[in-house]
């Protein structure tokens, strides 16, 4: 396997439009011709089901869920970016570029990063244009706030459900075309292998999640489009049903994983309560706008946080990063407020919390304005904790949420598969090794509006494929495997429930391969894994049948999956001797604590091949040049 | 005429209900005013029931204007009534299997009894009708002499209470379907959605004390 | 706390079903209502009985998946809160609850608690959108939105299509729904030309789904976990007979049949 990036020449900032202009088009009248099937129905997925659609490909579109309007991407709360510069407080699509390669600690591609960037004021035009309620100022035109430690305001927000607006506004075209026929809606269908045919993807295999009915279904071009893998940890601010199946069965067939050990972890979640947690709730990054970050200055202090003084608090980040406070980028608030639980500080239940404190906003804004900016926020952590933030300050502990590995793609969103194309979260993304808060939905429909369509015409015009059915022998064969492993999972019938095992895989991956790791400890991790993974094989039970509906099966399928990923990440993380971005090494930091890059070693993408379950990943490397943004060690000091 | 594509869908039938339901309001209303008349003794009463039948005088014929009226009112009725069937039928079959309990929090006792409140309202006016403008259950009918045909029904004590418990009901109906009609045909702009409920509750009561006062007053002697 | 659960047991569509009734121990006052039934899954797999199906993914009160009658009130007895956000805190020890699915002819049960309501995205597609093909868009501040209708129609468009307000409406009426994304669309400049073919079309297709009629019981805006307000109907009614008066049904087959 050779990784050809296919980044055009020229400067940076005019690669897109000659890529454009030297893209072949696919004859209008024969692009009907062409059925196109995209998995997934999130933000990438909806808006590229859609495009492609309005474009005149025959559109065939997956979700597990019963309504693709359902898709995780649902959840996002803070907002998009965009390089509108409306506040003209300095925004420009250079800003945003360098910003998000420096964002992403130089381990992500310039030429995406930048057609990303010049693309994100598209999209706003888009979303407002499908009716997306976005905040508006009295004038009537658009707000925005700074997010996620931009010195900036280009975030744009429909309150606290920018996700939720921009889905719907997806969704809804999607829908439109779903009405005239142009795309076929396949929900509660999953995809559980992709096939190849003359090394090309033809096709994909899925379970109808009602009946349990496997079927193939052939085109000329297959769109992954899956989502993020953050669920490895089993709690994290994922929805449950995110997976890496779908990008994992593919990596089985050919497809190189880049950076899967760039996994973020958010800094401002609601602390696990109890044993039962089944999921961790994300309270958004805008919170540190107005929130203060704190814990005692006395380990164990069990206190309540009224009766601790002012003398007494530590508000770390305004003491550690005087320029940044409250508003350092993710990894480095998260770690932070790690090491402060670690050290002693934490407080809440089990210590494993920080106060994100609210008292000198609602004094400066008063209870009105700081409703006005975060109502809906103390609401959901009213529900969940029975604390009224208004009053108590909100404890919040890092938790898996975003990640920046995934499937490697070219400048043209194609996998190493040919005909295979992955955008949104299930890519490796241009996020490098850290994402800036409000930029993935940018990605997403980046990818999903307006450079796939684009970009998957130019496969299609030039690719020579013959015609071939869901008949075809290829698909018989993996239909077998796909049953075969059905009934492996059904057969074992052992001890233990898919989530016990879910669980302390997810317990494993936090200690060993969470916010920060070391050699020793992921090279545990690797046989801890191993070994889990056999007893899961041995030991676990799965009830029901496989041709029903049958929510067992469906998390065991994962699981298997889960586990069989994990090594990889591991393994990406011990090769990685550096510290950059959402990857922290232990042995890598400098004296402060601070992350230490290596660019002289490790100043590339790292895609890894699949050779089989118990044989070691072969690593392939795409060498990052960073011509535009000079390499700049990351510091928020 | 946009009364038939109307008619296509649920929701265009509920329109036509309210409308329908308005135009029997205000029947109802006009209905009491005329009725009240009967405090001012037989004179009055009966030269108002007279009246009915010759508005319109000279241009129009004895009672002509009158059957304008019946037969718009006819028309209201039958349509309410279709309307009201056909919305209840379909709602029924939109929930098969019914629940081990719902819990209702919002809706009121008057909007849950629309239906029935319908149906004894169509058989209260079939009574009322064979009772006054037929005479046929009136123990003494004297065409004309409306004054007297009322009393005759009213002295008797049962007559007379089912009137009451009746007009309780077209109360009930009217105080929902009034709210309901604000609801159904968009007036809820504000400030309407704030006083609404309070002024179909107000006139409700207002029509229901105005009838209900006249059985009373049969009973009571104070009309004789 | 112990709690008794009575859950709704349904093999499939075709099966009939029942309430089987359930012992849950140890139940922690931070737990969320689904976690309980994780609980119980858990327990039921154990024994080698099937789990009970229902429908969850964000667990954090947004994607709409979730979704059953506890006691009888849709996402349960908390104002404003969908199953998935209801925390056991709000129940006491030995409570016994009953838990079915959303009843209505539109909704099918698929199995236990797990319902299709696919009935929801075909209304969407008569109509629930504003057409833009991509790339087309004006530039986004050049049409101004006052601020007041941004607001409003932002809450209407907060609904998340879980069907409670079918669940708790006497008639099984899809009134709510229909009228929060008539009304989102409908209150923004830029829903406007296609405002009286929308509301047409969505509402034959909710009759064609087999959903109620609304009679203005106001149930649905009592389990709303949006609290979408039954003013939206109101709106969708006089947009409804606007139309309707434009003679708007004709134009819309017309636009059916491909011509204007
Ligand atoms: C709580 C939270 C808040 C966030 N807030 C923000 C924010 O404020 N700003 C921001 O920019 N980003 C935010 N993010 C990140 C962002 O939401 C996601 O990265 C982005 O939405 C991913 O979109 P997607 O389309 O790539 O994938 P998803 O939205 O996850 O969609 C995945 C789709 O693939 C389908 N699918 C998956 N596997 C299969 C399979 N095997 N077979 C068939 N179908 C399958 C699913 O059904 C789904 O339709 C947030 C994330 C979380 C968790
Ligand atoms: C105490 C209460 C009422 C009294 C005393 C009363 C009295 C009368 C009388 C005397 C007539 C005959 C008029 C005539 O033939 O000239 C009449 C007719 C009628 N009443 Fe009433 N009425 C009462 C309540 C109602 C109510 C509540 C309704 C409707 C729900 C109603 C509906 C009618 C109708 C439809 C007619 C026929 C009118 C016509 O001839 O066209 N009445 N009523
Ligand atoms: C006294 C005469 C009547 C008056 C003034 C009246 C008035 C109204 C009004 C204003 C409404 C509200 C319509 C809406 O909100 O869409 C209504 C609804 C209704 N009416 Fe009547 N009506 C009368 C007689 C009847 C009769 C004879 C029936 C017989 C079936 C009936 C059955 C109903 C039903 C079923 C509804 C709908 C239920 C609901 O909206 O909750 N009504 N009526
Ligand atoms: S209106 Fe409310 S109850 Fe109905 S689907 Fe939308 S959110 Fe759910
Ligand atoms: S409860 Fe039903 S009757 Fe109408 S107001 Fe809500 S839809
Ligand atoms: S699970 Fe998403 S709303 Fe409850």
Redesign the interface.
């Given at each position: 396997m050779e990784l050809r990036a296919k980044v055009p020449g020229g400067p940076v900032d005019r690669k897109w439009d000659t890529h454009r202009f030297e893209m072949k088009l696919v004859n209008p009248a024969n692009k009907r011709k062409y059925h196109v099937i995209v998995v997934g129905s999130g933000l990438a997925g909806a808006?590229a089901a859609?495009?492609l659609a309005?474009l005149g490909y025959a559109v065939s579109c997956f979700c597990f869920?019963?309504?693709?309007?359902?898709a995780?991407s649902?959840?996002a709360q803070g907002g998009i970016n965009a390089a509108?510069n409306?506040q003209n407080d300095g925004d420009s699509v250079w800003r945003l570029f360098y910003d998000t390669v420096k964002g992403g600690d130089f381990r992500s591609r310039e030429a995406n990063v930048h057609r990303l960037a010049q693309i994100s004021v598209?999209i706003?035009?888009?979303?407002?244009?499908?009716?997306v309620?976005?905040?508006?100022?009295?004038?009537?035109?658009?707000a925005n706030r700074s997010f996620g430690g931009a010195q900036v305001s280009r975030t744009f927000y429909?309150?606290g459900?920018t996700g939720?607006?921009l889905l719907?506004g997806a969704?809804?075209?999607l829908?439109?075309q779903?009405?005239l026929g142009t795309v076929r809606?396949y929900?509660r269908a999953e995809m559980l292998d992709v096939v190849l045919i003359d090394g090309r993807a033809r096709g994909i295999v899925v379970r109808d999640l009602?009946t349990g009915r496997i079927s193939s279904h052939a085109a000329e071009a297959v769109v992954l489009a899956t989502g993020g893998y953050s669920n490895v940890y089993y709690l994290s601010t994922n929805?449950?049903?995110c997976n890496v199946t779908a990008t994992w069965r593919a990596h089985k067939r050919g497809a190189a994983f880049a950076n899967p050990c760039f996994t973020q972890i958010h800094p401002t979640c609601i602390p696990a309560?109890?044993e039962?947690?089944?999921?961790l709730?994300?309270m958004s990054e805008s919170l540190r706008n107005d929130g203060r970050i704190w814990v005692p200055t006395r380990k164990g202090d069990t206190r309540g946080p009224d009766a601790i003084p002012a003398g007494e608090r530590d508000y770390y980040l305004e003491r550690m990063y005087p320029s940044f406070g409250n508003l350092v980028p993710r990894d480095v608030a998260s770690r932070r407020a790690k090491d402060m639980c670690d050290a002693g500080f934490g407080v809440g239940p089990g210590a494993h919390g920080v106060y994100l404190d609210f008292r000198d906003a609602v004094e400066r804004l008063g209870r009105a304005g700081v409703g006005e900016r975060y109502g809906n926020l103390f609401?959901?952590y009213e529900?969940?904790?029975?604390e009224n933030p208004y009053d108590v300050p909100m404890r919040i502990y890092p938790a898996p949420h975003y990640t920046m590995g995934g499937l490697w793609v070219d400048y043209n969103l194609m996998s190493t598969i040919d005909g295979l194309h992955v955008i949104g979260e299930a890519n490796f993304s241009d996020h490098g090794a850290n994402r800036l808060g409000a930029s993935a939905l940018m990605q997403g429909l980046a990818d999903g509006?307006?450079i796939l369509?684009y970009t998957i015409g130019d496969y299609l015009a030039q690719a020579k494929l013959a015609k071939v059915e869901a008949s075809h022998a290829a698909f018989r064969q993996v239909e077998r495997e796909v049953t075969d492993r059905v009934t492996r999972l059904l057969a074992v019938n052992g001890?233990r429930?898919v989530?016990?095992f879910h669980r302390e895989l997810g317990r494993l991956m936090w200690d060993r391969c969470g916010m920060s790791r070391t050699r020793e400890g992921l090279e545990r991790a690797l046989e801890e894994v191993r070994a889990l993974r056999e007893r899961f094989w041995k030991d676990v039970?799965v009830?029901?049948a496989g041709e029903?509906?049958n929510?067992?099966l469906e998390k065991a399928g994962r699981v298997a999956d889960f586990f069989e990923f994990a090594e990889l990440m591991c393994e990406d993380a011990v090769h990685r001797e550096e510290s950059c971005g959402a990857h922290f090494r232990e042995e890598y930091q400098t004296p402060e604590g601070e992350a230490r890059r290596d660019d002289g070693r490790f100043s590339y993408v790292a895609a890894w091949e699949y050779t089989g379950v118990d044989s070691p990943p072969r690593l392939h490397k795409e060498p990052l040049a960073f011509e535009s943004v000079h390499l700049a060690q990351r510091s928020y000091t | 005429m946009p009364a038939l594509p109307l008619a296509r869908s649920l929701v265009g039938r509920k329109i036509l209900m309210a409308v329908t339901g308005v135009i029997l309001f205000l029947f109802v209303v006009g209905h009491l005013l005329g009725n009240l008349k009967i405090f001012q003794g037989p004179e009055h009463f009966n030269a108002y029931a007279e009246g009915l039948r010759t508005i319109g005088a000279p241009f129009f014929g004895r009672g002509q204007v009158l059957w304008v009226a019946r037969v718009i009112l006819l028309i209201s009725v039958f349509t309410h009534i279709w309307a009201a069937i056909t919305v209840t039928w379909a709602s029924w079959k939109a929930r098969p299997i019914g629940y081990h309990g719902l819990h209702l929090v919002e809706t009121t006792y008057a909007a849950r009894t629309m239906r029935w409140g319908g149906l004894i309202i169509t058989v209260y006016v079939i009574y009322h009708l064979l009772d006054f403008t037929f005479g046929r259950v009136n123990p003494s009918y004297v065409p004309g002499d409306v004054y007297h045909n009322v009393l005759a029904s009213f002295h008797s004590w049962s007559v007379s209470a089912g009137y009451v418990a009746c007009l309780l009901v077209v109360g009930l109906h009217i105080y929902h379907g009034l709210w309901s009609a604000f609801q159904t045909l968009g007036l809820h702009r504000p400030p309407v959605d704030r006083w609404r409920r309070g002024l179909a509750g107000a006139i409700a009561l207002l029509i229901t004390a105005g009838y209900v006062a006249i059985p009373v007053a049969v009973l009571g002697g104070l009309v004789r | 706390m112990n709690l008794v659960l009575h859950v709704w047991r349904q093999a499939n569509g075709a099966a009939s079903g029942g309430f089987t009734r359930y012992e849950v121990a140890e139940v922690g006052p931070d737990m969320s209502f689904l976690e309980v039934l994780d609980v119980l899954n858990e327990g039921l797999i154990g024994r080698g009985e099937e789990p009970v199906a229902f429908d969850h993914d964000c667990r954090e009160g947004i994607c709409g998946s979730c979704g059953m009658v506890i006691n009888g009130r849709p996402h349960g007895p908390n104002a404003a809160t969908t199953a998935c956000q209801l925390h056991m805190r709000h129940f006491h020890d030995g409570q016994e609850i009953w838990v079915e699915p959303w009843r209505a002819r539109a909704f099918p049960v698929i199995k236990d608690l797990v319902v299709d309501r696919g009935g929801f995205d075909r209304i969407i597609q008569a109509g629930g959108f504003i057409t833009v093909r991509t790339g087309s868009a004006p530039e986004a501040n050049a049409i101004p939105v006052p601020k007041a209708a941004a607001d409003l129609a932002m809450d209407a468009a907060q609904c998340i299509g879980c069907g409670a307000c079918v669940a708790a409406c006497p008639n099984a009426s899809a009134m709510l729904f229909v009228a929060a994304k008539v009304s989102h669309l409908g209150l923004l400049p830029q829903g406007q030309p296609e405002r009286a073919a929308r509301v047409v079309k969505m509402v034959e297709m909710m009759d064609a789904a087999g959903f109620g009629a609304c009679t203005n019981h106001g149930e649905c805006m009592a389990a709303c976990p949006k609290e979408i307000s039954i003013d939206f109907i109101a709106r969708l009614n006089r947009d409804f007979i606007k139309a309707v008066i434009s003679g708007q049904p004709s134009d819309v087959s017309r636009a059916e049949q491909g011509v204007g």
């Open positions: 808006s859609a495009s309005e869920q019963d309504s693709p309007r359902r995780h649902i959840a509108k409306y598209a706003i035009d888009q979303c407002v244009a499908q009716g309620p976005f905040a508006r100022e009295y004038g009537g035109l658009l429909a309150r459900q939720q607006q719907l969704y809804q075209a829908e439109r779903i009405g809606m929900p009602v929805a449950k049903g309560a109890g039962h947690q089944s999921k709730t994300l609401e959901m529900r969940i904790t029975g509006y307006f369509p001890a429930t989530d016990s039970r009830v029901g029903d509906f929510q067992s | - | -």
